[in-house]
């Protein structure tokens, strides 16, 4: 795991929402990345590099909405109580966590060039082992995750305006983070 937009997305939520409304949006990558499986190891290292650049301009605007709503509650920050996390929220986290990971490039990248041929080849070699691939690349993910989210939620005992700074960090990490996704997108569509 590298840090990314998925992960500054899980930082943000935690200081904002806490560990109970936020630890769903850890399983983001099971949704997610699904369809990356699919399609990557269906035409393998064959993606045009058109749609590479399309994909980073697409995660770079809703890389920037993300930023915009982290400023948002930056800017009105309240540090809400737990108690009054509701289901709903999880799930819409879960949701907007799996929308991030999906438009960003680097699990399309990462399957590409890294886990789609080890998956490959564990297959090759019997179905148990490509199904242990996945499992513990997805374990490790997945608890990496929550042990971030929980981590960082944990920041919120600090009182408010620690937690609010790290609000605001984290807006300014995602603002970052898309505004190179959409330099990176858009050089490369004007061939620069």
Do not use: K
Request: proline share 5%; hydrophobic share 55%; glycine share 12%.
């Amino acid at each position: 795991m590298q840090p990314g937009p998925y992960q500054t997305y899980l930082v943000s939520q935690a200081l904002s929402h806490g560990w109970r409304r936020t630890l769903p949006a850890a399983l983001a990558p099971l949704l997610s990345d699904a369809p990356i499986i699919l399609l990557v190891l269906l035409v393998l290292s064959r993606v045009p590099r058109w749609l590479e650049l399309g994909l980073r301009c697409a995660g770079g605007v809703f890389l920037l909405w993300l930023a915009w709503r982290a400023f948002d509650r930056w800017r009105h920050y309240r540090l809400a109580s737990e108690e009054h996390a509701g289901a709903a929220s999880g799930t819409r986290g879960l949701l907007a966590a799996a929308a991030v990971n999906l438009l960003n490039p680097n699990p399309w990248l990462g399957w590409s060039l890294v886990m789609g041929p080890l998956l490959l080849a564990a297959w090759r070699v019997g179905a148990a082992d490509g199904l242990a691939v996945l499992v513990a690349f997805y374990g490790t993910m997945v608890a990496a995750s929550a042990g971030i989210v929980v981590l960082f939620a944990g920041a919120r005992r600090f009182g408010a305006r620690v937690a609010r700074g790290l609000v605001g960090v984290s807006a300014a990490g995602l603002a970052c983070f898309a505004a190179w996704q959409l330099w990176w997108g858009v050089a490369g569509l004007l061939g620069r």
